[in-house]
């Protein structure tokens, strides 16, 4: 019992350590303006630039040399920052960028048919279509996901982690926005909610990021839920909501998934306005974490932008986390405390970045930027 306790007083010591020293000069190293009003549309406007900028001169690839396609997951999270960019600031470099992105890719998926991942590329190509109307750029992908349609399989099996909900089904809500066919969104429907049902913890409001995790535990002994994964969700939902009907029978299981999950991470932030890769146990990984942040700060701002969140409940959360964010871009553009690629809550350092948390932090100001506009 004396050594138990001893380890546990030993443990502690270091969080404080890193907690009370680290994380306080990491922000000091990190700010890239502590003097701006970073609530300014043009500061917001201008940060955001800067990061689109250095993520597209300097592209961050898979760990995996089988799995680095062109089109791939991770630049395929980054291109919907990109759209935001564009779409913010109506610079057409940004559109230009994703258009050569797609055409480099020849507009094709990545080799899996259907797998989640491997079409995520879609949600790029069909936005860049809703603009120059090309047919050329969702040939593929119309094609790719009508084979899923056909094969009808359940979500818990194709879409069995919960990343998916990011990659997949937004792409099946804008190639309903493409063609008005209403099959893209029953698939869609289908898929999605088998996945929430098997993977979705009700009594913490969160997501398990696949089976694996049901019963794993923390060295804490809490529950493990991965930060990343569950703003992977709660962006796919609102990327879903953005272009479902409003008449669609479903529509308010999203809305409702999207206010249970804003209740649910809110009251999980840090003082200082990160979210920490564990959810439920900040002093594992104690250091900040920024994709998930983003995406986090990316939907609640898109819920009150939208009328789903209470305005005085969740801004103090969405300026939390905007400043944080913040704080986390080096001068050069770069995105710090990125989570490397992983399945579930890991180190990270002020060093450490990937395209998916720029990607995260575009999506996050496009939103942002929205609210102190009005």
């Given at each position: 019992m004396k050594r138990y306790k001893m380890k546990r007083y030993f443990r502690a010591s270091i969080f404080l350590i890193v907690f009370f020293v680290c994380t306080p000069l990491s922000r000091m190293r990190a700010s890239s303006a502590p003097t701006a009003d970073i609530f300014d549309p043009d500061f917001i406007v201008e940060i955001m630039r800067k990061v689109a900028d250095y993520q597209l001169e300097n592209p961050s690839h898979h760990y995996s040399e089988k799995l680095d396609y062109p089109m791939g997951w991770v630049p395929a999270s980054f291109y919907p920052g990109v759209m935001a960019c564009y779409e913010t600031t109506q610079d057409e470099k940004y559109l230009?960028?994703?258009?050569?992105?797609?055409?480099?890719?020849?507009?094709?998926?990545?080799?899996?048919?259907g797998?989640?991942?491997?079409?995520?590329?879609g949600q790029t190509y069909l936005e860049t279509y809703f603009v120059k109307k090309d047919p050329k750029m969702i040939e593929t992908i119309r094609s790719v996901l009508d084979s899923v349609v056909?094969?009808?399989t359940p979500g818990r099996e194709d879409w069995w982690w919960c990343d998916a909900l990011f990659m997949a089904p937004p792409v099946f809500a804008?190639?309903?926005?493409?063609?008005?066919?209403?099959?893209?969104?029953?698939?869609?429907?289908?898929?999605?909610?088998?996945?929430?049902?098997?993977?979705?913890?009700?009594?913490?409001?969160?997501?398990?990021?696949d089976?694996?995790?049901?019963?794993?535990?923390?060295?804490?002994?809490?529950?493990?839920?991965?930060?990343?994964?569950?703003?992977?969700?709660?962006?796919?939902?609102?990327?879903?909501?953005?272009?479902?009907?409003?008449?669609?029978r479903q529509r308010d299981w999203y809305?409702?998934?999207?206010?249970?999950?804003?209740?649910?991470?809110?009251?999980?932030?840090?003082?200082?306005?990160?979210?920490?890769?564990?959810?439920?146990d900040p002093y594992e990984f104690p250091l900040p974490e920024t994709s998930g942040t983003a995406f986090y700060c990316y939907a609640i701002a898109w819920g009150i932008n939208n009328g789903y969140l209470d305005r005085e409940t969740y801004l103090p959360v969405v300026k939390k986390a905007w400043k944080a964010l913040v704080n986390a871009v080096h001068p050069n553009g770069k995105i710090g405390w990125v989570q490397a690629i992983g399945r579930n809550p890991d180190e990270v350092s002020f060093e450490d970045t990937q395209a998916y948390g720029a990607g995260g932090f575009l999506l996050a100001g496009s939103e942002v930027v929205k609210i102190f506009q009005k």
């Open positions: 230009k960028a994703a258009i050569a992105w797609g055409e480099k890719n020849e507009w094709k998926t990545a080799p899996r048919m797998y989640a991942d491997d079409i995520a590329c056909t094969l009808d804008r190639m309903y926005k493409a063609t008005g066919d209403k099959k893209y969104l029953e698939t869609m429907h289908k898929k999605f909610w088998d996945n929430a049902h098997f993977l979705f913890n009700k009594e913490d409001g969160l997501f398990y990021r089976e694996r995790y049901f019963y794993r535990r923390t060295k804490n002994g809490k529950k493990m839920f991965w930060s990343r994964g569950n703003g992977w969700v709660m962006a796919g939902t609102v990327r879903v909501l953005q272009y479902l009907p409003k008449n669609d809305e409702h998934l999207h206010k249970t999950m804003a209740r649910s991470v809110a009251v999980l932030q840090s003082d200082d306005g990160y979210w920490r890769s564990s959810l439920l």
